[in-house]
Structures are given as structure tokens and as C-alpha cells.
């Protein structure tokens, strides 16, 4: 069973004019440039971090920082935070709508991601994600303990992980259920109760005149259209991160009450904007 997210109004792929093929000119090769630039330097620089530090990496994230910020200057993303960032070893969990999320999350925060292992397999978009220090789960019941294994370890490193538990991207407008299997790691005995997880909300401000979903990748919807329209668009909108408490894990019962009480936060933070 696919957990896609599906909605019944499915916008169609728009016509690209001739600008729009010279905007993708232009910022493709650029986007290319700097991220796999970026990635280059980040392994030079892995050689000489892992034998100092092992498992944790006070070095490499920063580059990813900057190479994430560069993208969105590159697309023209507009970009701000609103909330105070949680500082240390701990989780983020955020909604999830389209590609640059990505971009977005790593700009303001030293994060790792926890992504599906599918994405370990795509192109160029997989090496990314393995050099970035991506964590791949399978969604499979019979890993679930090696998932919180792995988890476990990597917190009790220092590292700050960031999930998307929605487990699918969507039109950006809303937040669906959070899936709570993840969230188990966070009560194994290793774990000290007083780790923090900290909701944030990522939304999107459509370019003036668009559709509200213009930065939603959802459902049937193309891949390569909607990369191209992202790339041909004559201006951007902007993307705001909301960062909210943090959430004390010692404070919940259960992975369920916790992963409840992070979704009503994220979905809290979506009709601020409109304030």
C-alpha cells in the first residue's frame, strides 16, 4: 500500500515559456554546481573528521548549512524563522510538502535527516542524502528494532535528527496524521528523558498570483514537471520556519502521545502566516 497522499483537485503541469527555459538555463547548472561542489568539499573534509571524531561530525554540517542556504538564494526562495532553535543532541519533526524542505530545514539547523532507504537509491539525490549523514529506515516491522538501534546511537553522539512523520509530501496547505513508529526510539532506556524534540512548521508562501499549492508535490503529480517549475518560475514566493517548544520526551507515556502532541504543533503553526 502506497502512502501517498492523494487530494481530489490535482493541479495540471503549466506551459513553460521561453523565459522560463532561460531562467532554467541558468539555475540549474548553478543549483548543480553548488550542491555538488559543496559535496566535494564535504568528503575532503570527511577524511580528516571521521578519524578525529568518529561517528559525530562537528565539522561537515556546516557546509551543508551553506550549501542549502546558497540553493535558495539560487531559486529565490525567500526564507525566515520565526522561534528560537533548541540547542544540543535531539530530534526535529516538521510537515512535509515538497523538495525544498530540504533546503529550508538544513539552512537554519545542523540537522540529519531520517529519510524512507528509497532514497538512498535515487540519483544524485541518494550520495547526497549518504554523504549528508542521512539516516535510512525501511518501513518494515521486522527492522523497527535496528531502526531504534541505530537512532539511539546516533543521538547519544550529539547529533540532532530530524524526521518528517508524515511520511509523504503534500500541497502544503495542511498536515496529516504523523505516523508514531519512529518515535519509539525516543523511549528506549538509552534515551535520557529529558532529550528534547522540537515541532517545527515549514510553510510556503506561494509567488504572487499562483495557485496557494505552487510548492506542493503531491500524488500523481510529475517529478520532473514539478522540478522545472520550480527552476522556470519568473519569481518566488518565500518559506517560513516556525519553530516551536520543545517537547520534553520524560513528560509523554508513549511514542503515540508524543507524536500526537507534535502534530497539533506543527498544524498550529500553518494560519500564523495568515496573521
Not at 98 to 111: N, Y
Request: aromatic fraction near 10%.
Amino acid at each position: 500500500m502506497s502512502d501517498t497522499w492523494h487530494s481530489p483537485d490535482e493541479p495540471e503541469a503549466s506551459a513553460i515559456t521561453a523565459a522560463g527555459w532561460l531562467r532554467m538555463i541558468w539555475r540549474g547548472p548553478a543549483l548543480v554546481l553548488v550542491t555538488f561542489g559543496g559535496l566535494v568539499l564535504l568528503l575532503i573534509l570527511r577524511l580528516v573528521e571521521r578519524p578525529l571524531f568518529g561517528p559525530k561530525r562537528p565539522w561537515t554540517p556546516y557546509i551543508t548549512q551553506l550549501v542549502c542556504r546558497a540553493d535558495l538564494i539560487i531559486l529565490g526562495i525567500r526564507h525566515e524563522m520565526r522561534g528560537d532553535v533548541a540547542h544540543g543532541a535531539g530530534a526535529v519533526v516538521a510537515n512535509h510538502s515538497t523538495g525544498p524542505d530540504i533546503f529550508a530545514l538544513h539552512a537554519r539547523s545542523r540537522v540529519f535527516f531520517v529519510a524512507k532507504s528509497e532514497v538512498a537509491s535515487w540519483p544524485a539525490i541518494g550520495w547526497l542524502a549518504r554523504a549528508a549523514g542521512t539516516v535510512f529506515f525501511r518501513r518494515n516491522a521486522r527492522d523497527a528494532e535496528a531502526h531504534v538501534s541505530i537512532i539511539t546511537q546516533r543521538l547519544k553522539t550529539g547529533q540532532k535528527l530530524l524526521f518528517l512523520p508524515e511520511g509523504t509530501s503534500t500541497d502544503g496547505l495542511q498536515v496529516i496524521a504523523f505516523k508514531s513508529t519512529l518515535f519509539a526510539a525516543f523511549f528506549n532506556s538509552e534515551i535520557d528523558p529529558d532529550l528534547l524534540v522540537q515541532p517545527v512548521t515549514v510553510s510556503y508562501r506561494a509567488p504572487s498570483g499562483e495557485d496557494a499549492r505552487f510548492y506542493g508535490w503531491w500524488g500523481n503529480m510529475d517529478l520532473a514537471a514539478h522540478l522545472a517549475k520550480m527552476l522556470a518560475a519568473r519569481r518566488h514566493g518565500s518559506v517560513t520556519i516556525i519553530c516551536h517548544a520543545p517537547l520534553r520526551v520524560g513528560d509523554f507515556g508513549d511514542r503515540k502521545s508524543l507524536a500526537r502532541a507534535c502534530e497539533d504543533a506543527v498544524r498550529s503553526g500553518l494560519p500564523q502566516l495568515a496573521l
